[in-house]
C-alpha cells in the first residue's frame, strides 16, 4: 500500500497525540471532580520512567504498563491527600507535584539514561491492523493500524464519555465539581469521588508518559514528557472538558508537535526554532480564545480549584 | 414535651469558635404537624436545623427520630433517615436540568430516564408541584428553583420536611402557592419545620411555634394561643410594638429627577418604559411592584450600571447618563440592592467587615498604604449601630448569619453619608428588630435630608413608611400615590395593571 504524505502526517499525529490523549482524559475527569490538578507533567514523567524500568528489568509490555499506571496513580495520592484531606490550595500541590515528579524521574532513571526498551516488549507494541475498520481507504491506516495502546486510549475515551454522560456516578462528579455543597447535600460522598478520580486521572497520566518512554521515543532520556503535561492543561480547556472532544484536541495537537519535524525535508525559510514553539504557541493562543469567548455550556466546573470543606461558609 | 415527637431535640449545643451557635436546645416537632421557628437573625435557627440536615455535627446532645436514638455524620445520614432540608441558600447545581437536579445523588441505579421521569411527575401532580424537568437552573425563577428543591427532597421519600427562610425571596402568589403544598404535606403525614421572620406567616401556617432567643429555646406556642404582640416580645426579648412611624418633613430641593427613561435588556425587551419622577430631600419615595416590573434596572440605572436609551437621569441638576458608577457614587448618590440569594451584591464574602467597608470608601485614603483606622472605626460603628451578632470586625462576612451579612452592606451604604439613597429590598430575610432598625436608620436620613428611594415588596411597610409611592407594572409606571392615602387594595390593582393613577 503505498502512503501519501498527507496520509503519513495524519498517522503520525496520531501517535504524537495519544500521550496528550491520555494525559487530557485524566485531566479532564480530575477537573470533573473540582480539582486543578497541575501535576500532570510530573505524573507522566513517573509513569514514563517506572513503565521504562519495568520493561527493561522484566520485559513484561503488560506489567510495565500496569507499572506505569500505578505509578500516576501513586503521584496522584500525593496531591489528592493534599488537596482533599489536608484542603491546600490545588495549584500549589500540583506544582509541588510536578517538581516532585521531575525529581523522582531523574533521581530513578540515573541508571537508564540512553538505555532502549527491550526488543520483545517493541514487538508487543507493534502496529497490529484491525480487521474491517483497518482497510478503510484512507483514515484505515491512520486510526485502526496502529499499535494497542492507541486502542486502548480509544476504549478509555469511550469508557469516560459513557461515565461522564450516561450514568449516575457520572453526574454525581460534574455535581460536586459545580457545586460541592449542593452534592454533600445531596448525599454524595465527596472525600471518596475526590479520591477515586483524581487517582484514575492520575493514573491515565502515568500512561500517557509511559507511552513517551515505551513506544514513542522508545528510551529512557530525562526530558522525554517536555512540557507535554502543561499542553495537556490547556487542551482540557480547548476541548471544553469533554473526552469526545479530547480525541481531536490531541492530534491537533500531536499534529502541531511533529509539523516542525516534517517541515524539514521542504527546506521552507522558517526558522526550526520558530516550528518547535509551535504546539506551546498554539497553547496560548488557545487560552486566550477560550477566556475572551466564553458560553454558559463550556465553562468550567464552577467550584474548580476551591478546597471544599462542609461546615465552611 | 411531646409524647407523639417524631424527631426530637434534647440538649443540643453547638459552638463555632466562640460563638455559641445553640445553647442547649431541646425541640420537638410530630407528624402531620407544621412547627415554625422564629427567632432574630443569628439566633442559631439555620445552625440548629443543619444538625438535623448532617450538614454540621451538635458538640453536644442527641437526636432522636421516631423514638430512636439517630446519629447523623453527613448529609447522607439524614438522607436515609428520611430528612429533606430546603437550605437557606439553595443548593442546586446552576448548570443542571430541573431533573439532573433531582437524580443527583441518587443511589438505586434501577430506575431509567423514562421510569424517573414518570415517578416524578405522579409526585409533582400528587403534590401539586409543577415544573419543567429539562429546564437548566440558571433559566429558573427563584419560585421554581424552590419548587425543584421541594421536588429534590419529596423524591428522596421525604418524611421530615425542613424549610429555612423559603418564603423571604418568593412573591405573594409563589407563597399562597406554597403554602397549600405544605398543608397537602401536612395532611399526608409529614412532619414540617419551617422557619421564617414573616409573623402573619406563622400564625397562618403554623400549627406550633417554638422561639429561639441568642442560641436558646426561649419557648414554644400553640399558634392558636398566642399572637404577634407576645412572639414578638419573647423573640425580642423586651415589648415592642410593632407600628414603623413616619417621619413628617417640608419636602426640601429636587435632589434626584429621572425624566423619560426607557432601556432594553440585552435580548432587546424593554425593561423601563418612559419612567419619569422627581425625588426631593427630606423624602422617602417607595417603589412597588410585582417582582421583575422593572426595579432592579431602575436602581442599576440610577447607579450607572444599566445602559440607557432614552431619557436622563441627574442627580442635584447634574447629569448620570453617561457617568461612571464611581463618578456617580462621588456625586452623593449611593446604592444597595439586596438580591434575591441575599449573596454577592456589593460585599466580598471572604474579607471581614473592615475590608468590606475599605471597598467603598479606599478613595478618601491618600498615599500607598491603606489606613485601615477610619475603616476600623466605621466597622466598629456599624457593628453597635444595627446590633450586628459578629465575633468581631475582623470576621469573615461569610461567616455571619443571612442577615446580619446584609445589615452589614447596608450600613456602609448609610454611613457613606449619600445625598441620595437607593435601597432595593433592605429588609429581605431579617427579623422585625432589625428590620425597625432600618426604617428608622432611613428615617433619620430622611431628618438630615437625604432623599431616600426605597424599592420593597411589603405594602404595609411601603404605606407606612413613605412618603409617596411609585407603582410599577412590566417596565412602566402605572401611578404614583400619596402613601397617607393609600390602600393595599388600591396599590395591588395598580400593581397586576389593572389601574392607573397619578396624584
Ligand atoms: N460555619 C460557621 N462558622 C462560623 N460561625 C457560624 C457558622 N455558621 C453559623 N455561625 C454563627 O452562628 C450563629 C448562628 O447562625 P445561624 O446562621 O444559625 O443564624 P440564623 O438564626 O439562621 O440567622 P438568620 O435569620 O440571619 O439566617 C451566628 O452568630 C453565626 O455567625
Ligand atoms: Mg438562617
Not at chain 1, 516532585?100 to 533521581?107: L, R, Y
Not at chain 2, 401539586?128 to 419560585?143: A, N, Q, T
Not at chain 2, 406554597?178 to 404535606?185: A, E, H, P, T
Not at chain 2, 429590598?425 to 430622611?446: C, E, F, H, P
Amino acid at each position: 500500500m503505498n502512503l501519501t504524505n498527507l496520509q503519513l502526517f495524519l498517522s503520525a499525529a496520531v501517535i504524537a497525540g495519544t500521550p496528550l490523549l491520555f494525559a487530557t482524559l485524566g485531566e479532564i475527569i480530575t477537573e470533573k471532580a473540582g480539582n486543578l490538578n497541575l501535576g500532570i507533567e510530573g505524573m507522566m514523567l513517573m509513569g514514563a520512567v517506572v513503565g521504562f524500568i519495568t520493561a527493561y528489568n522484566q520485559g513484561n509490555p503488560i506489567l510495565a504498563l500496569i507499572a506505569a499506571f500505578l505509578a500516576g496513580a501513586f503521584g496522584s495520592l500525593i496531591y489528592a491527600f493534599l488537596t482533599v484531606s489536608l484542603r491546600v490550595n490545588h495549584e500549589v500541590s500540583g506544582l509541588a507535584l510536578t517538581t516532585f515528579g521531575t525529581g523522582f524521574a531523574g533521581f530513578l532513571g540515573q541508571a537508564y539514561v540512553g538505555k532502549v526498551v527491550p526488543g520483545n516488549v517493541r514487538q508487543a507494541f507493534g502496529n497490529i491492523k484491525i480487521p474491517l475498520l483497518g482497510d478503510i481507504p484512507f483514515i484505515g491506516e491512520i486510526l485502526f493500524n496502529k499499535d494497542p495502546m492507541v486502542y486502548l486510549s480509544y476504549i478509555v475515551v469511550i469508557i469516560i464519555g459513557i461515565y461522564l454522560y450516561r450514568t449516575r456516578k457520572g453526574l454525581n462528579l460534574k455535581a460536586i465539581g459545580e457545586n460541592p455543597a449542593a452534592a454533600d447535600a445531596a448525599g454524595i460522598n465527596i472525600s471518596l469521588y475526590k479520591y477515586v478520580n483524581i487517582l484514575i486521572g492520575g493514573a491515565l497520566c502515568g500512561l500517557g508518559g509511559a507511552y513517551l518512554s515505551l513506544i514513542y521515543v522508545p528510551a529512557w532520556q530525562e526530558s522525554v514528557v517536555a512540557g507535554r503535561g502543561w499542553i495537556a492543561v490547556a487542551l482540557v480547556i480547548f476541548v471544553t472538558w469533554n473526552p469526545y472532544k479530547a480525541i481531536a484536541g490531541a492530534y491537533l495537537f500531536g499534529g502541531l508537535d511533529i509539523l516542525g519535524f516534517r517541515l524539514q525535508k521542504f527546506q521552507l525559510n522558517i526558522p526550526q526554532y520558530f516550528l518547535d514553539m509551535l504546539p506551546y504557541a498554539a497553547t496560548i493562543i488557545i487560552l486566550v480564545i477560550a477566556s475572551v469567548k466564553r458560553s454558559k455550556k463550556n465553562l468550567p466546573p464552577q467550584s474548580m480549584g476551591i478546597p471544599y470543606f462542609r461546615e465552611n461558609r | 414535651m411531646n409524647d407523639q415527637a417524631y424527631v426530637r431535640f434534647h440538649n443540643i449545643v453547638k459552638k463555632f469558635g466562640t460563638v455559641v451557635a445553640n445553647d442547649s436546645i431541646d425541640l420537638d416537632v410530630q407528624r402531620g404537624e407544621i412547627l415554625a421557628i422564629l427567632g432574630e437573625n443569628g439566633s442559631g435557627k439555620s445552625t440548629l436545623m443543619n444538625m438535623l440536615s448532617g450538614i454540621y455535627m451538635p458538640d453536644s446532645g442527641s437526636i432522636t427520630i421516631d423514638g430512636k436514638p439517630a446519629v447523623i455524620r453527613s448529609p447522607k445520614d439524614s438522607i436515609k433517615l428520611g430528612i429533606g432540608m430546603i437550605h437557606q441558600h439553595f443548593k442546586l447545581i446552576d448548570r443542571f436540568t430541573g431533573y439532573q437536579n433531582i437524580m443527583t445523588g441518587i443511589t438505586s441505579n434501577t430506575l431509567g430516564y423514562k421510569k424517573s421521569v414518570k415517578k416524578i411527575t405522579e409526585l409533582m401532580d400528587k403534590y401539586e408541584l409543577h415544573i419543567d424537568l429539562d429546564k437548566y437552573v440558571y433559566d429558573m425563577s427563584v419560585g421554581e428553583k424552590q419548587t425543584l428543591e421541594i421536588i429534590k427532597v419529596m423524591f428522596r421519600g421525604a418524611e421530615v420536611l425542613i424549610l429555612d427562610e423559603p418564603t423571604a425571596v418568593l412573591t405573594p402568589e409563589e407563597i399562597t402557592k406554597l403554602f397549600v403544598i405544605l398543608r397537602n404535606m401536612r395532611k399526608a403525614g409529614h412532619a414540617i419545620i419551617i422557619i421564617t421572620h414573616k409573623l402573619n406567616e406563622v400564625m397562618e401556617i403554623s400549627d406550633r411555634v417554638t422561639v429561639l432567643r441568642k442560641g436558646k429555646n426561649v419557648g414554644t406556642l400553640n399558634t392558636n394561643q398566642t399572637n404577634i404582640l407576645e412572639l414578638t416580645e419573647l423573640m425580642v426579648g423586651r415589648p415592642m410594638e410593632p407600628i414603623i412611624r413616619r417621619v413628617e418633613c417640608e419636602p426640601g430641593d429636587v435632589y434626584l429627577s429621572v425624566e423619560d427613561v426607557t432601556a432594553y435588556n440585552h435580548e432587546g425587551i424593554k425593561v423601563l418604559d418612559n419612567i419619569s419622577f422627581e425625588l426631593s430631600s427630606h423624602e422617602i419615595v417607595g417603589v412597588a411592584g410585582v417582582a421583575g416590573s422593572g426595579q432592579r434596572e431602575l436602581c442599576e440605572v440610577i447607579a450607572g450600571l444599566y445602559p440607557v436609551k432614552k431619557g436622563s437621569v441627574s442627580c442635584m441638576n447634574q447629569e448620570i447618563v453617561g457617568k461612571t458608577p464611581g463618578e456617580i457614587i462621588k456625586m452623593g448618590v449611593s446604592m444597595s440592592f439586596i438580591p434575591e440569594d441575599r449573596l454577592g451584591m456589593g460585599l466580598v464574602s471572604s474579607m471581614d467587615i473592615t475590608d468590606n467597608m475599605l471597598l467603598k470608601t479606599y478613595r478618601d485614603g491618600k498615599g500607598l498604604f491603606i489606613n485601615r483606622n477610619p475603616a476600623r472605626e466605621m466597622a466598629r460603628n456599624i457593628v453597635k449601630k444595627m446590633d450586628i451578632v459578629t465575633p468581631g470586625i475582623s470576621t469573615p462576612v461569610s461567616k455571619l448569619s443571612g442577615g446580619n451579612i446584609q445589615k452589614v452592606l447596608l450600613g456602609r451604604e448609610i454611613e457613606s453619608n449619600p445625598k441620595v439613597l437607593v435601597t432595593a429590598y433592605a429588609v429581605r430575610g431579617l427579623d422585625i428588630g432589625a428590620s425597625y432598625t432600618i426604617y428608622d436608620m432611613l428615617n433619620k436620613q430622611k431628618e438630615k435630608g437625604v432623599a431616600v428611594l426605597y424599592i420593597g415588596e411589603d405594602l404595609d411597610t411601603l404605606i407606612q413608611l413613605c412618603d409617596r409611592i411609585i407603582v410599577m407594572f412590566s417596565g412602566k409606571i402605572a401611578g404614583i400615590v400619596d402613601a397617607r392615602n393609600a390602600t393595599k387594595e388600591q396599590l395591588g390593582l395598580m400593581m397586576t395593571g389593572k389601574v392607573m393613577m397619578y396624584v
